[in-house]
Nanobody, 119 residues
């Protein structure tokens, strides 16, 4: 399975972006899928994720500004980001993990998309 992110770019503070993550095939039996970001000089951190039952969770810094969603029909996960701040700058990665029906764990990552917020 391959994941491909898109939608990153350069925007001014206060602006919005919508990231997409398309999977090369339908991923059954996933446990969670989510968005991570890695800002300059920092470790990769979880931004938001969503369970197979569509229950989202958000990191405190993005609560109220970011919305995670998914479309199983399109094999796509989204991250809608509003009220962007310079500290949101980083490379955003999508991730899907779970266990196959055969009981084998999987953990897929995309290649990342750059988000840069200017002040």
């Amino acid at each position: 399975v391959q994941l491909a992110e898109s939608g990153g770019g350069l925007v001014q503070a206060g602006g919005s972006l919508k990231l997409s993550c398309v999977a090369s095939q339908t991923i059954f039996s996933f446990r969670r899928m989510g968005w991570y970001r890695q800002s300059p000089g920092k470790e990769r951190e979880l931004v938001a994720d969503i369970t197979s039952s569509n229950s989202p969770e958000y990191a405190d810094p993005v609560k109220g500004r970011f919305t995670i969603s998914r479309s199983m029909a399109k094999n796509t996960m989204y991250l809608e980001m509003t009220g962007l701040k310079p500290e949101d700058t980083g490379v955003y990665y999508c991730n899907v993990y779970g266990t196959t029906w055969a009981g084998e764990p999987f953990n897929y990552w995309g290649q990342g998309t750059q988000v840069t917020i200017s002040s």
